[in-house]
């Protein structure tokens, strides 16, 4: 077609004037239906409306075609595409926002679960991990190595990972552009690129295959590098593990396309390397990495079974909290318990309670005389140091507290018992004489009570004197007819009496009391009334004599009464014996 | 930011090690001058408000025994030659060094570096003999490792004639 249009273009504009005219005109006769074509062709392609008209029939098929060829039409419009959305998005939000919004739930959604999903994966390894005997062998690589123990299990579950790319100018070893696995250790990078270009010369040079570059692969440790060579820049890319040879093709392609985008500014590179910015993300595609299919396998064939770890820790944890709510919630009881028994207490009243400072308080008003608290707490099973009490103290009128304050004052004996009935103390039980006279003699002063009831109480000393009285004078000493001679065997109930007569002393001298012991003299009822009575009150004063002196605190009398008074009425001769004697007669003064 | 690469050439034992460890930052071992035969540093140097990175190619000093291997040169936007002041031969041998460099990379700014200034007494190299040098045009520095005397400025100086250059 370009031959057929050459010669209309003459015609229109004859290329040479000093043509011949016949020529001219037999070209015009021959080629006069062309010519109107090619004018007409002219003219289309000369009208931008037109062409825009051709190109539009094939312009969606021309795409189909090339985007199905490679992607260069894709990256030609991406920048424009980009652009277009950017201006879009700033002039209208209004139009993406309607277009995106039925996509942009799910899209949302989507995101969270995978995020939820991922951080439930990785919760899971850090768990097994942790726990298992393999985590442990981790720690401790961890721990002599000095890394952190989340990248040692990153480098131990990795089959490979690429951590570093560089890509390098390749005359002056200068770094364009490098890119970082998050987490992997990096030096600066600029002067490792030096330093790589410099040990790849070195090589080259030294082993002869000069101009190739030589070193393509070498290996540090654990980290390989493989060297990606294009004419112009140099991918350098540290891989951790074992990486698969297919590897390579992802390298090639990248140096590949980063020559074809950069082809202008690799030539004219002068040190400036922010045009390369431009393929950090051909190179952030360079960082790929595989885990561990074992692990992964091992993980999908364990279904269910996978999260058993964190079903584990859930279970422990939920124990925890359980005991620790249910240790809670015991102690609180037993502290309202506390407190209740505490209020319920006679001279405590509580008037606030409650958990401060991760310690149980209690606090209010207490009488000296109520119950102690702290022996409370612990009766309670609460530990006394866990309870705060503070009390303040004051006088409580609660009828135990008035009894317990009287107890105090009276200094009253286990043996009396007191209680309050209304304003009037009222004490009951037995006690000393003495204690009771002085009771009465401070009932006035009792605090508290207006009051003061001791009918209850019995003298415990008088009812002493009355058993020890009881007893002499149940005491009797015989005599034969008509003497008043002492027999042998009368010696040893002298010598009772005697015994009793002397405690009875002590008795009453410890009360308070004077006592006087009559020595009676009898006679029977045979014989003159005078020569009985003066048998009688010889036989008395022989009795009193045998007594010897008498104790402190007690006087002895002697009298006789002759037959007056009879200790029996005589009937038989054994009557008149008995009435033929001695008796006792113990004189206190009277109780009260 | 600006990256430029640079070599430092000079002969043994004039002090670019300790110059190199001193005043720019690095993070090789010096073991790869006896084994690569360079070191690669980094100098950072700002010319009006431009960062510039200097990636200083630490050649090994070249003696008798070793020569530098002329591929560490190629792509050298500039370079550094460092003599001792204390010894007459290694300006003689920075002569060479240079006229060797120019014929790798062409002309190139460089500087010189007269190493040891803080050893004045001990100096063998006079004053003409410097102005002398290449029909008087060599910009030349008289600097110490020690006192640090003239290093940033040759850096400087050099960084200034290739970003204008």
Redesign the interface.
């Known amino acids: 077609m370009g031959d057929a249009v050459k010669p209309g273009n003459g015609g229109e504009a004859p290329p040479v004037p000093a043509e011949d005219p016949l020529l001219v005109e037999l070209r015009g006769l021959l080629l006069a239906a062309e010519k109107k074509d090619v004018t007409q062709i002219q003219e289309r392609l000369d009208d931008p409306q037109s062409r825009a008209e051709d190109i539009s029939h094939v312009l969606p098929e021309a795409i189909a075609i090339r985007s199905r060829r490679d992607r260069d039409l894709t990256d030609s419009l991406l920048p424009a595409v980009e652009e277009a959305i950017g201006i879009s998005v700033r002039r209208h939000p209004d139009v993406l926002v309607d277009g995106l919004f039925p996509v942009m739930g799910p899209a949302i959604r989507k995101s969270i679960t995978n995020t939820l999903a991922e951080m439930l994966e990785s919760l899971n390894q850090t768990l097994a991990i942790g726990f298992s005997k393999q985590g442990l062998k981790w720690r401790l690589e961890a721990w002599r190595t000095g890394k952190p123990f989340a990248q040692v299990v990153l480098l131990r579950t990795l089959l490979y990972r690429v951590e570093q790319v560089f890509l390098i ?1 390749r ?5 364009l552009c490098h890119v970082s696995a998050p987490g992997a250790a990096v ?2 990078a ?6 790589l270009t ?2 790849r ?2 090589v ?2 030294s082993f002869g295959s000069a101009g190739a570059g030589g070193l393509d692969a070498f290996r540090v440790g654990e980290l390989d590098v493989w060297v990606e060579q294009g004419p112009r820049a140099v991918l350098a890319a540290v891989i951790r593990g074992t990486p698969p040879k297919e590897l390579r093709a992802v390298f090639t392609e990248a140096i590949e396309k980063i020559h074809r985008d950069h082809a202008g500014d690799l030539e004219e590179f ?5 045009p390369f910015e431009r393929s950090r993300g051909v190179l952030e595609e360079c960082l790929k990495s595989q885990k561990q299919p074992a692990e992964e396998k091992a993980a999908r064939r364990r279904g269910l079974r996978r999260y058993a770890p964190v079903l584990g820790v859930f279970a422990v944890l939920a124990a925890a909290i359980g005991f620790w709510v249910f240790t809670t919630v015991r102690r609180n009881e037993r502290f309202e318990r506390y407190v209740r028994s505490l209020a319920a207490q006679p001279g405590i009243v509580v008037t606030a309670s409650g958990r401060r400072g991760g310690k149980f308080f209690v606090e209010g008003l207490r009488d000296p005389l109520a119950a102690d608290p702290a022996p409370m707490a612990a009766a309670a099973k609460l530990d006394p140091k866990e309870v705060v009490g503070s009390w303040k103290p004051y006088r409580a009128l609660d009828p135990p507290i008035v009894v317990a304050r009287a107890r105090t004052f009276l200094s009253a004996p286990e043996s009396v018992s007191l209680r309050v009935d209304g304003a009037t103390l009222v004490a009951a039980g037995s006690a000393p004489a003495r204690w009771i006279q002085e009771s009465r003699r401070l009932s006035r002063s009792i605090p508290d009570v207006s009051s003061y009831d001791d009918r209850g109480v019995s003298d415990t000393d008088h009812a002493g004197l009355d058993r020890l009285r009881k007893a002499v004078e149940s005491r009797r000493v015989f005599f034969a007819r008509g003497s008043s001679e002492l027999a042998a065997a009368e010696s040893e109930r002298i010598a009772q009496a005697s015994r009793e007569i002397g405690e009875l002393g002590q008795a009453a001298s410890a009360a308070g009391m004077p006592v006087r012991v009559e020595v009676v003299g009898r006679g029977d009822s045979e014989g003159t009334t005078d020569v009985n009575l003066s048998l009688s009150r010889k036989r008395a004063e022989k009795v009193q004599a045998a007594l010897g002196v008498p104790p402190a605190g007690v006087a002895l009398a002697a009298t006789g009464v002759g037959a007056s008074q009879p200790l029996v009425e005589e009937k038989t001769d054994q009557d008149r014996q008995v009435n033929r004697s001695v008796s006792f007669r113990v004189i206190l003064p009277e109780p009260k | 930011m600006i990256q430029k690469k640079i070599c430092m050439l000079g002969a043994f034992a004039v002090g670019k090690t300790s110059l190199v460890s001193r005043y720019v930052k690095s993070i090789f071992s010096d073991k790869y001058h006896s084994t690569v035969g360079v070191k690669v540093d980094k100098k950072l140097v700002v010319v009006g408000d431009e960062q510039i990175d200097l990636l200083l190619w630490d050649l090994y000093g070249e003696d008798e025994f070793q020569k530098i291997r002329e591929t560490y040169l190629r792509g050298s936007s500039g370079y550094v030659l460092v003599a001792d002041g204390t010894r007459r031969e290694t300006l003689d041998k920075a002569v060479v060094l240079h006229s060797r460099a120019q014929e790798t990379v062409g002309k190139v700014p460089f500087v010189l570096m007269i190493n040891k200034a803080d050893l004045a007494d001990k100096w063998e190299i006079q004053s003409e003999a410097v102005t002398d040098l290449g029909g008087g045009g060599w910009p030349a520095f008289k600097t110490s490792a020690k006192t640090g005397e003239g290093v940033e400025e040759a850096f400087l100086a050099l960084a200034r004639k290739m970003v204008g250059g």
């Not at chain 1, 005359?171 to 770094?175: C, I, S």
Request: cysteine-free; aromatic content about 4%.
């Open positions: 100018h005359e002056t070893g200068l770094l030096q600066d600029s002067m490792v690129s030096g330093m410099a040990i010369d070195f080259g040079d002068a040190g400036d390397a922010a």
